[in-house]
Protein backbone atom coordinates (compact mmCIF):
# COMPACT_ATOMS: atom_id res chain seq x y z
CA UNK A 1 0.00 0.00 0.00
CA UNK A 2 1.19 3.53 -0.91
CA UNK A 3 -1.59 5.59 1.14
CA UNK A 4 -2.44 4.44 4.77
CA UNK A 5 -5.62 5.12 4.28
CA UNK A 6 -8.08 6.21 0.84
CA UNK A 7 -9.31 9.33 1.89
CA UNK A 8 -8.19 12.93 0.55
CA UNK A 9 -5.87 13.46 3.98
CA UNK A 10 -3.78 10.96 2.85
CA UNK A 11 -3.48 11.70 -0.50
CA UNK A 12 -2.54 15.65 0.50
CA UNK A 13 0.19 13.48 2.72
CA UNK A 14 1.54 12.22 -0.01
CA UNK A 15 1.86 15.18 -1.90
CA UNK A 16 3.39 17.14 0.84
CA UNK A 17 5.69 14.35 1.91
CA UNK A 18 7.35 15.53 -1.65
CA UNK A 19 6.66 11.76 -2.91
CA UNK A 20 4.19 12.50 -5.87
CA UNK A 21 6.15 15.10 -7.91
CA UNK A 22 4.82 13.86 -11.19
CA UNK A 23 1.56 14.22 -10.87
CA UNK A 24 -0.74 13.52 -14.37
CA UNK A 25 -4.21 14.93 -14.50
CA UNK A 26 -6.66 12.92 -16.71
CA UNK A 27 -10.04 14.97 -17.54
CA UNK A 28 -13.11 15.28 -19.36
CA UNK A 29 -16.41 17.25 -19.45
CA UNK A 30 -17.27 17.45 -16.17
CA UNK A 31 -14.39 20.12 -15.07
CA UNK A 32 -16.37 22.63 -17.37
CA UNK A 33 -19.85 22.22 -16.39
CA UNK A 34 -19.44 24.66 -13.82
CA UNK A 35 -18.02 26.90 -16.27
CA UNK A 36 -21.82 26.66 -17.93
CA UNK A 37 -20.65 24.27 -20.92
CA UNK A 38 -22.39 21.03 -20.90
CA UNK A 39 -21.14 17.55 -20.84
CA UNK A 40 -21.98 14.41 -22.97
CA UNK A 41 -23.56 11.81 -20.86
CA UNK A 42 -25.20 13.51 -18.06
CA UNK A 43 -29.08 12.44 -18.36
CA UNK A 44 -30.70 15.51 -18.44
CA UNK A 45 -27.65 18.20 -18.91
CA UNK A 46 -26.12 16.65 -21.21
CA UNK A 47 -25.27 17.53 -24.70
CA UNK A 48 -26.55 13.99 -25.85
CA UNK A 49 -29.57 14.11 -24.64
CA UNK A 50 -30.56 17.78 -25.91
CA UNK A 51 -29.60 16.96 -29.51
CA UNK A 52 -32.92 15.68 -30.80
CA UNK A 53 -33.64 19.03 -32.33
CA UNK A 54 -31.53 18.67 -34.49
CA UNK A 55 -32.63 15.20 -36.52
CA UNK A 56 -29.87 13.33 -36.07
CA UNK A 57 -29.49 9.02 -36.50
CA UNK A 58 -28.18 8.95 -32.92
CA UNK A 59 -26.35 11.61 -30.55
CA UNK A 60 -22.78 11.04 -31.42
CA UNK A 61 -23.52 11.03 -35.42
CA UNK A 62 -22.85 14.87 -34.62
CA UNK A 63 -19.01 13.62 -34.22
CA UNK A 64 -19.02 10.88 -36.75
CA UNK A 65 -16.96 11.81 -40.17
CA UNK A 66 -19.01 9.63 -42.25
CA UNK A 67 -22.12 11.54 -40.58
CA UNK A 68 -20.26 14.94 -41.14
CA UNK A 69 -19.49 14.37 -44.89
CA UNK A 70 -23.15 14.30 -45.53
CA UNK A 71 -24.77 16.31 -43.42
CA UNK A 72 -22.44 19.18 -41.75
CA UNK A 73 -25.00 21.22 -40.10
CA UNK A 74 -25.44 19.78 -37.18
CA UNK A 75 -22.16 19.79 -35.99
CA UNK A 76 -22.10 23.53 -36.87
CA UNK A 77 -25.19 24.15 -35.03
CA UNK A 78 -23.19 22.80 -31.75
CA UNK A 79 -19.90 24.34 -32.46
CA UNK A 80 -21.88 27.70 -32.36
CA UNK A 81 -22.66 26.74 -28.75
CA UNK A 82 -19.35 25.25 -27.67
CA UNK A 83 -17.23 27.65 -29.64
CA UNK A 84 -14.10 29.21 -27.23
CA UNK A 85 -14.29 32.86 -26.43
CA UNK A 86 -14.37 35.01 -24.11
CA UNK A 87 -17.85 33.48 -23.19
CA UNK A 88 -16.64 30.85 -20.66
CA UNK A 89 -14.09 31.14 -17.40
CA UNK A 90 -12.28 28.41 -16.58
CA UNK A 91 -13.20 26.51 -13.05
CA UNK A 92 -11.63 25.93 -9.71
CA UNK A 93 -10.50 22.73 -11.41
CA UNK A 94 -9.10 24.52 -14.48
CA UNK A 95 -7.50 26.50 -12.02
CA UNK A 96 -6.15 24.14 -9.37
CA UNK A 97 -4.11 21.99 -12.29
CA UNK A 98 -3.20 25.32 -13.42
CA UNK A 99 -1.54 25.80 -9.83
CA UNK A 100 0.10 22.52 -9.73
CA UNK A 101 2.39 23.02 -13.00
CA UNK A 102 3.10 25.84 -11.47
CA UNK A 103 4.71 24.28 -8.17
CA UNK A 104 6.46 22.26 -10.86
CA UNK A 105 4.15 19.09 -9.72
CA UNK A 106 2.16 18.39 -12.97
CA UNK A 107 4.06 15.50 -14.92
CA UNK A 108 1.19 15.95 -17.93
CA UNK A 109 -2.41 16.50 -18.37
CA UNK A 110 -4.73 14.81 -20.64
CA UNK A 111 -7.46 16.29 -21.46
CA UNK A 112 -10.48 15.67 -24.13
CA UNK A 113 -11.89 18.59 -23.52
CA UNK A 114 -12.36 20.88 -26.80
CA UNK A 115 -13.22 24.30 -24.86
CA UNK A 116 -9.26 25.53 -24.36
CA UNK A 117 -10.50 25.82 -21.02
CA UNK A 118 -6.80 24.42 -19.65
CA UNK A 119 -5.26 26.80 -21.14
CA UNK A 120 -7.21 29.99 -20.38
CA UNK A 121 -6.54 28.87 -16.73
CA UNK A 122 -2.58 28.86 -17.42
CA UNK A 123 -1.65 25.34 -18.06
CA UNK A 124 1.29 25.98 -20.20
CA UNK A 125 1.03 24.42 -23.61
CA UNK A 126 3.60 21.92 -22.90
CA UNK A 127 2.07 20.26 -20.18
CA UNK A 128 -1.20 19.73 -22.01
CA UNK A 129 -2.36 16.67 -24.44
CA UNK A 130 -5.49 17.82 -26.34
CA UNK A 131 -6.65 13.76 -26.81
CA UNK A 132 -9.05 14.78 -28.86
CA UNK A 133 -7.84 17.83 -30.44
CA UNK A 134 -9.69 21.25 -29.68
CA UNK A 135 -11.09 24.60 -31.89
CA UNK A 136 -7.96 26.38 -31.62
CA UNK A 137 -7.35 24.94 -35.43
CA UNK A 138 -8.74 23.52 -38.34
CA UNK A 139 -8.67 22.46 -41.73
CA UNK A 140 -10.32 21.31 -45.00
CA UNK A 141 -11.31 17.40 -44.73
CA UNK A 142 -10.23 17.12 -48.60
CA UNK A 143 -6.87 18.75 -49.39
CA UNK A 144 -5.86 19.49 -45.56
CA UNK A 145 -5.57 22.82 -46.02
CA UNK A 146 -5.77 25.35 -43.11
CA UNK A 147 -8.86 27.91 -42.44
CA UNK A 148 -7.82 30.87 -41.13
CA UNK A 149 -9.25 31.79 -37.82
CA UNK A 150 -11.10 34.81 -37.94
CA UNK A 151 -12.88 33.67 -41.26
CA UNK A 152 -13.98 30.33 -38.99
CA UNK A 153 -14.85 32.51 -36.19
CA UNK A 154 -17.38 34.65 -38.59
CA UNK A 155 -18.47 30.90 -40.54
CA UNK A 156 -19.48 29.90 -36.64
CA UNK A 157 -21.23 32.89 -35.20
CA UNK A 158 -23.47 32.95 -38.57
CA UNK A 159 -23.96 28.79 -37.78
CA UNK A 160 -22.45 28.56 -41.45
CA UNK A 161 -20.67 25.69 -42.59
CA UNK A 162 -17.46 26.91 -44.04
CA UNK A 163 -15.96 25.73 -47.44
CA UNK A 164 -12.44 25.51 -48.13
CA UNK A 165 -11.46 27.97 -50.29
CA UNK A 166 -8.14 26.76 -51.81
CA UNK A 167 -7.34 27.63 -55.61
CA UNK A 168 -7.49 24.95 -57.87
CA UNK A 169 -8.88 21.71 -58.26
CA UNK A 170 -12.63 21.41 -56.76
CA UNK A 171 -12.81 18.59 -54.42
CA UNK A 172 -16.65 19.26 -53.02
CA UNK A 173 -18.14 16.12 -51.78
CA UNK A 174 -21.50 14.81 -53.37
CA UNK A 175 -21.91 16.84 -55.70
CA UNK A 176 -22.35 19.79 -53.83
CA UNK A 177 -18.91 21.45 -55.78
CA UNK A 178 -21.21 23.22 -58.39
CA UNK A 179 -20.88 26.99 -56.94
CA UNK A 180 -17.25 26.04 -55.97
CA UNK A 181 -16.43 23.79 -58.60
CA UNK A 182 -17.29 27.19 -60.51
CA UNK A 183 -15.61 29.75 -58.97
CA UNK A 184 -12.42 27.32 -59.16
CA UNK A 185 -11.72 26.57 -55.34
CA UNK A 186 -11.55 23.03 -53.70
CA UNK A 187 -14.80 23.27 -51.73
CA UNK A 188 -14.41 20.99 -49.57
CA UNK A 189 -15.93 20.96 -46.02
CA UNK A 190 -13.78 22.71 -43.10
CA UNK A 191 -13.77 21.04 -39.53
CA UNK A 192 -12.00 22.25 -36.56
CA UNK A 193 -9.00 19.78 -35.52
CA UNK A 194 -11.27 17.88 -32.92
CA UNK A 195 -11.02 14.05 -33.35
CA UNK A 196 -14.14 12.81 -34.21
CA UNK A 197 -15.86 9.30 -34.06
CA UNK A 198 -13.82 7.31 -36.86
CA UNK A 199 -10.64 9.66 -36.92
CA UNK A 200 -7.34 9.00 -35.28
CA UNK A 201 -6.08 10.80 -32.01
CA UNK A 202 -3.32 13.58 -32.33
CA UNK A 203 0.39 11.62 -32.02
CA UNK A 204 0.91 13.50 -29.22
CA UNK A 205 -1.29 10.93 -27.35
CA UNK A 206 0.27 8.45 -28.44
CA UNK A 207 3.74 9.72 -27.70
CA UNK A 208 2.76 10.90 -24.46
CA UNK A 209 0.50 7.81 -22.76
CA UNK A 210 3.52 6.68 -21.34
CA UNK A 211 3.32 9.65 -18.92
CA UNK A 212 0.70 7.56 -17.17
CA UNK A 213 3.31 5.12 -16.39
CA UNK A 214 5.71 7.24 -15.13
CA UNK A 215 3.16 9.27 -12.72
CA UNK A 216 3.40 8.93 -9.30
CA UNK A 217 0.01 10.46 -8.32
CA UNK A 218 -3.01 9.82 -10.84
CA UNK A 219 -6.12 12.64 -10.78
CA UNK A 220 -8.86 11.89 -12.64
CA UNK A 221 -11.59 14.41 -13.00
CA UNK A 222 -14.90 15.10 -14.40
CA UNK A 223 -14.67 12.14 -16.95
CA UNK A 224 -16.99 9.38 -17.92
CA UNK A 225 -14.33 6.96 -19.21
CA UNK A 226 -16.81 5.84 -21.70
CA UNK A 227 -14.62 6.67 -24.89
CA UNK A 228 -11.46 4.83 -25.97
CA UNK A 229 -8.39 4.82 -25.96
CA UNK A 230 -8.66 7.98 -23.43
CA UNK A 231 -10.60 5.53 -21.30
CA UNK A 232 -8.14 3.56 -20.84
CA UNK A 233 -5.61 5.49 -19.34
CA UNK A 234 -5.94 5.13 -15.80
CA UNK A 235 -5.44 1.98 -16.27
CA UNK A 236 -1.58 2.35 -17.24
CA UNK A 237 -0.64 3.46 -14.20
CA UNK A 238 1.75 1.45 -11.75
CA UNK A 239 -0.42 -0.84 -9.76
CA UNK A 240 1.10 0.83 -6.64
CA UNK A 241 0.51 3.92 -7.86
CA UNK A 242 -2.26 6.03 -6.27
CA UNK A 243 -5.34 6.67 -8.32
CA UNK A 244 -7.89 10.07 -7.03
CA UNK A 245 -11.29 10.23 -8.89
CA UNK A 246 -13.48 13.67 -8.73
CA UNK A 247 -16.51 13.17 -10.22
CA UNK A 248 -20.62 12.67 -9.82
CA UNK A 249 -20.21 9.40 -10.20
CA UNK A 250 -18.19 5.93 -9.99
CA UNK A 251 -16.52 5.45 -13.18
CA UNK A 252 -14.21 2.84 -15.01
CA UNK A 253 -12.30 0.31 -12.86
CA UNK A 254 -11.85 3.13 -10.09
CA UNK A 255 -12.34 1.27 -6.66
CA UNK A 256 -10.25 -1.74 -7.86
CA UNK A 257 -7.19 -0.79 -6.99
CA UNK A 258 -5.72 -0.99 -3.21
CA UNK A 259 -4.85 2.83 -3.68
CA UNK A 260 -7.78 4.18 -5.13
CA UNK A 261 -9.49 6.93 -3.97
CA UNK A 262 -12.70 8.36 -5.12
CA UNK A 263 -14.41 11.76 -3.93
CA UNK A 264 -17.35 11.57 -5.21
CA UNK A 265 -19.46 15.21 -6.20
CA UNK A 266 -18.80 18.01 -7.63
CA UNK A 267 -15.07 18.25 -8.74
CA UNK A 268 -14.79 21.89 -7.80
CA UNK A 269 -15.83 20.93 -4.32
CA UNK A 270 -13.61 17.69 -4.26
CA UNK A 271 -10.75 20.12 -5.30
CA UNK A 272 -11.21 22.83 -3.04
CA UNK A 273 -11.25 20.62 -0.10
CA UNK A 274 -8.10 19.06 -1.34
CA UNK A 275 -7.02 22.10 -1.46
CA UNK A 276 -7.46 23.14 2.02
CA UNK A 277 -6.18 19.66 2.77
CA UNK A 278 -2.54 21.00 1.00
CA UNK A 279 -2.96 24.51 2.56
CA UNK A 280 -3.49 26.09 -0.71
CA UNK A 281 -7.00 27.23 -0.55
CA UNK A 282 -6.26 30.42 -0.85
CA UNK A 283 -4.03 30.47 -3.41
CA UNK A 284 -6.60 28.15 -5.44
CA UNK A 285 -9.39 31.39 -4.76
CA UNK A 286 -6.77 34.27 -5.25
CA UNK A 287 -6.00 32.41 -9.06
CA UNK A 288 -9.24 32.07 -9.59
CA UNK A 289 -10.79 35.51 -8.91
CA UNK A 290 -7.86 36.71 -11.25
P1 LIG B 1 -19.19 12.66 -20.40
O1 LIG B 1 -20.35 13.56 -20.55
O2 LIG B 1 -19.26 11.31 -21.01
O3 LIG B 1 -18.87 12.45 -18.85
C1 LIG B 1 -18.84 13.52 -17.94
C2 LIG B 1 -18.66 12.96 -16.52
O4 LIG B 1 -18.48 14.06 -15.64
C3 LIG B 1 -19.85 12.17 -16.05
O5 LIG B 1 -19.40 11.02 -15.35
C4 LIG B 1 -20.57 13.14 -15.11
O6 LIG B 1 -21.24 12.49 -14.06
C5 LIG B 1 -19.40 13.93 -14.57
N1 LIG B 1 -19.71 15.31 -14.16
C6 LIG B 1 -20.51 16.22 -14.75
N2 LIG B 1 -20.49 17.39 -14.08
C7 LIG B 1 -19.65 17.22 -13.03
C8 LIG B 1 -19.19 18.06 -11.95
N3 LIG B 1 -19.58 19.33 -11.82
N4 LIG B 1 -18.33 17.53 -11.05
C9 LIG B 1 -17.91 16.25 -11.16
N5 LIG B 1 -18.29 15.41 -12.15
C10 LIG B 1 -19.14 15.89 -13.08
O7 LIG B 1 -17.92 13.49 -20.91
P2 LIG B 1 -16.46 12.90 -21.29
O8 LIG B 1 -16.08 11.79 -20.41
O9 LIG B 1 -15.56 14.07 -21.37
O10 LIG B 1 -15.71 13.22 -27.68
O11 LIG B 1 -16.75 12.34 -22.75
C11 LIG B 1 -15.70 11.79 -23.50
C12 LIG B 1 -15.85 12.09 -24.97
O12 LIG B 1 -17.15 11.71 -25.42
C13 LIG B 1 -15.77 13.56 -25.31
O13 LIG B 1 -14.44 14.00 -25.44
C14 LIG B 1 -16.54 13.66 -26.60
C15 LIG B 1 -17.64 12.68 -26.36
O14 LIG B 1 -18.08 12.01 -27.49
C16 LIG B 1 -15.45 14.08 -28.71
O15 LIG B 1 -15.87 15.21 -28.75
C17 LIG B 1 -14.60 13.53 -29.76
ZN1 LIG C 1 -9.63 21.86 -49.63
Same mark, same amino acid.
Not at 5 to 11: I, N, Y
Not at 72 to 97: M, Q, W
Given at each position: @????? #??? *?? %???????????RIVVMTGAGISTAAGIPDFRSPETGLYANLAALDLPEPEAVFDLSFFRQ??????????? @????? #??? *?? %??????ALLARKGLLHMLFTQNIDCLERAAGVPADRIVEAHGSFASQRCIECKEVFEEGRMREFVARGEVPKCEREGQ??? %?????GAEAEKGV????VKPDIVFFGEALPRAFFDSSGMAKEADLILVMGTSLQVHPFAGLPNMAEEETPRVLFNLEQVGS?????????????????????AEELGWRDELEKAWRE
Open positions: @LTLPE #RSL *PA %VADFIKSGKARNPKPFYVLAKE @LYPGA #RYR *PT %VSHVFIAQG %VDGEACGGLFGTRADDVMVLGDCDAGVRRL
